[in-house]
């Protein structure tokens, strides 16, 4: 059964610490997003690679957020400094660019404290 | 003004219940239009998915698109309890097949 696996699923930290979530997309897709979800704003795109190339990353704080595709097997979203406003659900997904469908993770919760 | 709006509810019906959930959207250059569900603390699963306008049916589910209006529905029959979830719209326009858009997602709550 394939499935978009995520690392870790709660992570609670203090403010200005560096957090690393991790996720490895289902073999054979060739896209792949990052999420943010939260009460106030629901899921809101981060950014996303297509063939392991960053494609848009608009919807990321460049001065603290970071993501990148080292392999097709893994893609990382990094903070630092990580700040309380970060406490989120953060969700990765990917996809095959011809269907339009995408298969999420379950999630990574991160609490800045 | 996002560009996809959907009522967040909450959405409270009994068990048999006919349940209609809506967006909204803005963008004319959306063609794909999908309906997601999210139980608490998993993530969103593709329930519906059409393309341009038109109806589209799965058991107890139809999906409805309406293009002229910018409006698209999820209708469900005969709802159960285990329809009490977090239900997303999402959209996304030629050429950029996979960026999809999520409305904020409507929770909904089937008492038996």
């Known amino acids: 059964d394939a499935r978009v696996t995520q690392t870790p699923r709660d992570k609670v930290t203090e403010m200005g610490q560096e957090v690393t979530m991790r996720c490895q997309p289902i073999?054979?897709?060739?896209?792949v997003f990052w999420y943010r979800q939260t009460m106030k704003q629901g899921l809101e795109l981060l950014a996303y690679?297509?063939?392991?190339?960053?494609?848009?990353d608009s919807g990321m704080p460049k001065d603290r957020f970071s993501a990148e595709m080292p392999d097709a097997t893994l893609a990382t979203l990094k903070i630092q400094p990580s700040e309380p406003r970060d406490s989120a659900v953060y969700f990765c997904?990917?996809?095959?660019?011809?269907?339009?469908?995408?298969?999420f993770g379950e999630g990574s919760r991160l609490t800045v404290l | 003004q996002k560009e996809v709006e959907q009522d967040p509810g909450p959405l409270s019906v009994p068990e048999g219940a006919i349940v209609s959930l809506n967006c909204t959207y803005s963008?004319?250059?959306?063609?794909?239009f999908m309906w997601y569900r999210q139980y608490s603390r998993k993530g969103p699963e593709l329930l519906m998915y059409?393309?341009?306008?038109g109806n589209k049916e799965d058991g107890r589910f139809t999906a409805q698109v309406d293009k002229s209006s910018k409006y698209i529905s999820l209708f469900i029959r005969d709802s159960q309890p285990s329809d009490s979830a977090t239900y997303l719209c999402?959209?996304?326009?030629?050429?950029?097949?996979?960026?999809?858009?999520f409305g904020q997602g409507t929770t909904l709550q089937v008492k038996p």
């Open positions: 999402a959209m996304s326009a030629v050429g950029n097949t996979g960026k999809l858009i």
């Open positions: 690679f297509r063939n392991r190339a960053p494609l848009d």
């Open positions: 073999l054979g897709h060739n896209t």
């Open positions: 997904a990917s996809g095959q660019t011809t269907a339009g469908e995408l298969f």
């Open positions: 059409t393309y341009s306008s």
């Open positions: 963008n004319s250059a959306f063609q794909y």
